[in-house]
């Protein structure tokens, strides 16, 4: 096998791949490299935009985040306003009807004293009339007793009609 193999065969084969080798370095070589360095950087723009639009996203959510937080506080503070506000008018209504009712209680008081009185009065004049009425008719019929004007005059001043 070897003796079949020639010194010009070999060179000539080597010969051939050198000038294949450069015909394809040429005409193949530096665009597939220039495809392959494209491709790289369109590989490498499509990463850096994407962790760019990612960053980006992140930031958004870090914003909403923070405006759902603020809003959230924001209810809350206006649920806390409206609750105080809710119990002062609350506790206002309460002390007004209390204040009401003790002025109810006061004037019915004084109704009812002014009412007894007048009860009073009424009566006493009525006794003061049937004592009247008693002492003129004992009068009439003993008035040489001594005693019994004695007291017809004191059941006159117990009873405050004199």
Known sequence: MLESLNLYTCVFAFLNFLILFLIVKKLLWKPIMNYMDTRAEEIETSINESEKANAEAQELK????????NA?????????????????????????????????????????EREH???????????????????????????????????????????GAA
Request: net charge negative; charged share 35%.
């Open 72 to 112: 959230r506080a924001e209810g809350q503070k206006i649920i806390d306003d409206m609750t105080a506000r809710a119990n002062n008018i609350y506790n206002s209504t309460v002390e007004k009807a209390e204040q009401e009712g003790r002025e109810i209680i006061a004037r019915a008081k004084e109704d009812s």
């Open 62 to 69: 870090a914003q909403y985040e923070a405006q759902i937080k």
């Open 117 to 159: 009185q007048k009860i009073l009065q009424e009566s006493k004049a009525e006794i003061a009339g049937l004592a009247l009425a008693a002492a003129s008719k004992v009068m009439s019929a003993n008035m040489d007793n001594e005693a019994n004007r004695k007291i017809i005059d004191k059941f006159l001043e117990e009873t």
